[in-house]
């Protein structure tokens, strides 16, 4: 398995862990991805985020650039500091990951019900 391919299992299952979280709220499904993946960070503390990002740190910044460029027309994530890119990192990989949810994307403008979540979370699983 490659390393992104483990990475997004590790943010498939932190995304259903926090999504039983939300259950008995009122969340949009448009600020779900805002409430999963940007409210907290994923990784607290430099020693942790170099850790987990390894030998694929320039991947990862490869991504972020990427992203950002193609998103915001300029690269914002400040790369000297690994809290960051680990966070932005996995703040995509959770973007990519919750597009795959026709649910959400049937929810999008709606208050997501538990049945909803619930819905959600098993096709993360899936």
Sequence with gaps: MRV??????EIKEYAT????????????GCDLHYELFNTDYYII??????????????????????????????????????????NMYVYILG????????????KWNEYLTNEDIDKI???LKG
């Design 4 to 9: 992104e391919e483990k990475r997004t299992q």
């Design 17 to 28: 862990d926090q999504l039983e979280g939300y259950k008995d709220t009122e969340v949009y």
């Design 45 to 86: 503390g430099t020693y942790k985020a170099k850790q987990w990002l390894g030998e694929d740190t320039f991947d990862a910044i490869e991504r972020i650039r990427d992203y950002e460029q193609s998103n915001f027309g300029e690269v914002n994530t400040d790369f000297s500091d690994p809290e960051k890119v680990v």
């Design 95 to 106: 973007e990519e990951i919750l597009q795959e949810s026709k649910t959400l994307q049937d």
């Design 121 to 123: 979370i098993g096709e």
